[in-house]
């Protein structure tokens, strides 16, 4: 298992050593961010439509989904509130700012969700036809996920070194660190008390919910080591999350920013960061960065080693 955990991380690892100056190349990487991702989500769902009892299996991938959901975010809110109520927190999240533009608004964000989740359902009607006309697609399914999930990591990790965070910046930010310390903490520990819930292993469930909202790579990891029912669970789980963000950033950002941004988790730094500007701000922008950055350069390597014990 530890020898797979190298070789996946490899094309992460490899991506990330390679500087990209070039913005038309930077473009063309996070178009095929993109795609692949949307290529995974749909052989994911193909390899859950092709399953046996097909509706028991979702009605599993639905409670496992709710009791992580219940379990993972009022742990993540509660220490995310007791950090917003810290000293530093009170001095840095006094934001004055009056830029309120943002590239996309909530309900674009929250479609652009609810368009993955479709991708997933599509996959699993092509499947289930397929395995009623007899042709069993979900073996392949799955080894074409495999490798679209390498080339994915290798896009992610040039995304994560062209990002424009220096290590100087990313570890004088106290509080995105401290950002990302406390919503790394409490995953764990509601990962923890998740696994006996769901009869899982300690380490299945902390992998669980070491996704930090980041749907569309948490669903593919953990389905690629743990079958597509839990990578299933893991999708909707983290998909849940950020969609909760989306409502908790306009009430929350300006009474408690910690709160707001970390709840948004590893989407800070991209998906849910239009909003985070647009109800807090310019200067939240670094702190949403920071800690996004920080999450998301943790979550695929520390789901792997959970999952290689």
Same mark, same amino acid.
């Given at each position: 298992?530890?020898?797979?955990?190298?070789?996946?991380?490899?094309?992460?690892?490899?991506?990330?050593?390679?500087?990209?100056?070039?913005? =038309?190349?930077?473009?063309?990487?996070?178009?095929?961010?993109?795609?692949?991702?949307?290529? @995974?989500?749909?052989?994911?769902?193909?390899?859950?439509?092709?399953?046996?009892?097909?509706?028991?299996? $979702?009605?599993?991938?639905?409670? /496992?989904?709710?009791?992580?959901?219940?379990?993972?975010?009022?742990?993540?809110?509660? +220490?995310?509130?007791? !950090?917003?109520?810290?000293?530093?927190?009170?001095?840095? &999240?006094?934001?004055? &700012?009056?830029?309120?533009?943002?590239? +996309?608004?909530?309900?674009?964000?929250?479609?652009?969700?609810?368009? $993955?989740?479709?991708?997933?359902? !599509?996959?699993?009607?092509?499947?289930?036809?397929?395995?009623?006309? =007899?042709?069993?697609?979900?073996?392949?399914?799955?080894?074409?996920? /495999?490798? /679209? #999930?390498?080339?994915?990591?290798?896009?992610?990790?040039?995304?994560?070194?062209?990002?424009?965070?220096?290590?100087?910046?990313? $570890?004088?930010?106290?509080?995105?660190?401290?950002?990302?310390? /406390?919503?790394?903490?409490?995953?764990?520990?509601?990962?923890?008390?998740?696994?006996? #819930?769901?009869?899982?292993?300690?380490?299945?469930?902390?992998?669980?919910?070491?996704?930090?909202?980041?749907?569309?790579?948490?669903?593919?990891? @953990?389905?690629?080591?743990?079958?597509?029912?839990?990578?299933? +669970?893991?999708? %909707?789980?983290?998909?849940?999350?950020?969609?909760?963000?989306?409502?908790?950033?306009?009430? %929350?950002?300006?009474?408690?920013?910690?709160? +707001?941004? =970390?709840?948004?988790?590893?989407?800070?730094?991209?998906?849910?960061?239009?909003?985070?500007?647009?109800?807090?701000? @310019?200067?939240?922008?670094?702190?949403?960065?920071?800690? =996004?950055?920080?999450?998301?350069? $943790?979550?695929?390597?520390?789901?792997?080693?959970? #999952?290689? %014990?």
């Amino acid at each position: 298992m530890l020898l797979g955990l190298l070789w996946i991380l490899l094309p992460l690892i490899v991506g990330y050593l390679i500087p990209v100056r070039q913005a =038309g190349i930077r473009q063309a990487i996070d178009r095929g961010v993109s795609a692949s991702v949307y290529v @995974i989500l749909l052989l994911m769902g193909i390899s859950l439509g092709g399953m046996e009892n097909l509706l028991g299996q $979702l009605s599993r991938i639905g409670s /496992t989904a709710l009791i992580l959901f219940l379990v993972i975010s009022p742990i993540n809110l509660l +220490a995310l509130a007791w !950090l917003s109520r810290r000293r530093l927190a009170r001095r840095q &999240s006094r934001v004055e &700012s009056q830029d309120h533009t943002a590239p +996309a608004g909530k309900l674009q964000a929250i479609l652009g969700s609810l368009q $993955l989740a479709g991708v997933v359902l !599509l996959g699993v009607v092509v499947g289930a036809a397929a395995q009623g006309l =007899g042709w069993h697609l979900a073996s392949l399914a799955e080894t074409l996920a /495999t490798w /679209t #999930l390498y080339a994915l990591l290798f896009l992610i990790g040039c995304q994560l070194r062209n990002s424009g965070l220096g290590l100087r910046q990313i $570890l004088l930010n106290r509080l995105g660190l401290a950002i990302a310390v /406390t919503v790394f903490a409490s995953s764990m520990l509601a990962g923890l008390i998740a696994a006996p #819930l769901l009869q899982l292993s300690w380490n299945e469930g902390m992998a669980m919910a070491a996704g930090f909202g980041w749907y569309s790579l948490s669903g593919i990891l @953990i389905g690629d080591q743990l079958g597509p029912v839990l990578g299933g +669970a893991a999708f %909707f789980n983290d998909l849940a999350r950020e969609l909760l963000a989306f409502l908790l950033v306009p009430l %929350f950002i300006r009474r408690a920013m910690p709160l +707001a941004i =970390g709840y948004a988790g590893a989407t800070s730094m991209d998906v849910s960061l239009p909003v985070i500007q647009q109800y807090g701000g @310019i200067t939240c922008v670094p702190l949403a960065i920071v800690s =996004g950055f920080l999450l998301s350069l $943790l979550s695929p390597p520390l789901i792997l080693l959970l #999952l290689s %014990f």
